[in-house]
């Protein structure tokens, strides 16, 4: 095998991972905004009053339009054909999601 042809899989491989890892960014985007969806219509009650229901939900949004905005760039950084760039935005964004409490 030539050198042409493993960088050719190579790239095509890393190129199919960063697309996985959008696709997993995208997915959490999306399970984050109906989370937050859930929260505000699930805590709908009488004796439960809005004010704090609210904050329940809020952290919820927020997440997810951090997520939605680092999806966006990293589709951005993806389309210039950086695929490490875009591996590493969306891994620290999962990563930082998942560990810090805003």
Sequence with gaps: MNSTAIKARATRRLKICALV????????????FLDSYQVRRQRVSPLIPDALVSPMSQQYLLHAVVSSIMLVIAVGIYLLKRYWWTILLVAFTLVGNRYLNW
């Excluded at 890892?21 to 984050?32: A, D, K, S, V």
Aim: net charge neutral; charged share 0%.
């Design 21 to 32: 890892c959008l696709g997993l960014l995208g997915l959490f985007t999306i399970g984050l």
